[in-house]
Structure formats: structure tokens, C-alpha cells
């Protein structure tokens, strides 16, 4: 998956339009447009400003890493391990 896709797709994910998500970086609309239609590639600085937006690596936007992460912290031994479980079961359904 390139980057114009994970952006989109990690956009969606949370229910952020790109109208919303441009709001939240400080930059116009267009411009997530652009980067989701593969016409432009977000800057440095806009690429860990996503990382941390979405709570993810540059690496894995840049496609340099398929692994995403998510945040865990605040959560009991228990649901980690729920969540672990989920995502082994998910990985063998592909």
C-alpha cells in the first residue's frame, strides 16, 4: 500500500473527513486531498505530524515497515492480551 492510500485509509479508519483532517494539521484541504490522490507527498513534518495523528511509525507510512501500532497504555494485562489474541486470529484470515 503506498502513502497516499494509508492516508486515506487511516482517515477514514477514524472518521475524519479530509476537510478535518487538514483542520487539525493547520493546512488546507486540497492539500490532504493531493497526498491522497498520489499528486503530492506530505512534508517531514507533516509526515510525524501524521504518525502521531494516527498513532503510527513514519516507517509504516513511508511502506518501509508493515507493522502499525496502537496505544495500549491505560489498559489492563488482560485486554492487551484480548487484543493480542485478535490480531494473530486477524493475520491468519488473510
Known amino acids: 500500500m503506498m502513502i497516499a492510500e494509508k492516508i486515506k485509509s487511516l482517515r477514514v479508519a477514524r472518521g475524519l473527513t479530509?476537510?478535518?483532517l487538514a483542520r487539525?494539521?493547520?493546512i488546507t484541504r486540497n492539500g490532504?486531498?493531493?497526498w491522497e490522490q498520489g499528486l503530492s507527498m506530505p512534508s517531514p513534518a507533516y509526515l510525524v505530524e501524521l504518525?502521531?495523528?494516527f498513532r503510527v511509525?513514519?516507517?509504516y507510512l513511508l511502506?518501509?515497515?508493515e507493522m502499525e501500532s496502537i496505544n495500549?497504555?491505560?489498559l489492563s494485562e488482560r485486554d492487551i492480551g484480548i487484543l493480542?489474541?485478535?490480531a494473530e486470529r486477524l493475520k491468519m484470515q488473510k
Do not use: H, I, P, R
Open 72 to 74: 495500549v497504555s491505560g
Open 24 to 26: 487539525q494539521l493547520g
Open 51 to 53: 504518525a502521531k495523528l
Open 63 to 65: 511502506g518501509l515497515s
Open 18 to 20: 479530509q476537510a478535518e
Open 32 to 34: 490532504v486531498n493531493s
Open 84 to 86: 493480542t489474541e485478535l
Open 57 to 59: 511509525t513514519t516507517d
